[in-house]
Nanobody, 117 residues
Framework: QVQLVESGGGLVQAGGSLRLSCVAS????????MGWYRQAPGKQRELVAV??????TYADAVKGRFTISRDNAKNTVYLQMNSLKPEDTAVFYC????????????WGQGTQVTVSS
């Protein structure tokens, strides 16, 4: 079992920055895959960024603006978001999965990011 707790969301003006954090706790450490997804009102949840074995993958919409990183010692994954746009407004969810957990997806409760124009 893994529990994920996100923090760092909020209201920011277009062009601003936010840093999201997600702390994982539970039965395992150094979770194989951790990532961030987002869901805007009326839209499906979509991948933002994922990091696996030190390699990061980004959605085209955020490339060059967002950076995902992790601190294995703290079992934490971060999402640095720069040059935010109103279309980035969404609830951001932390995700984790690992073969030791049967590759089941674990999700945090979500944190709201609102970008005003």
């Amino acid at each position: 079992q893994v529990q994920l707790v996100e923090s760092g969301g909020g209201l920011v003006q277009a062009g601003g920055s936010l840093r999201l954090s997600c702390v994982a706790s539970g039965s395992i450490r150094s979770i194989n895959v951790m990532g961030w997804y987002r869901q805007a009102p009326g839209k499906q949840r979509e991948l933002v960024a994922v990091i696996r074995a030190g390699t990061a993958t980004y959605a085209d919409a955020v490339k060059g603006r967002f950076t995902i990183s992790r601190d294995n010692a703290k079992n934490t994954v971060y999402l640095q978001m720069n040059s935010l746009k109103p279309e980035d407004t969404a609830v951001f969810y932390c995700n984790a999965n690992d073969p030791r957990l049967g590759w089941r997806d674990y999700w945090g409760q979500g944190t709201q990011v609102t970008v005003s124009s």
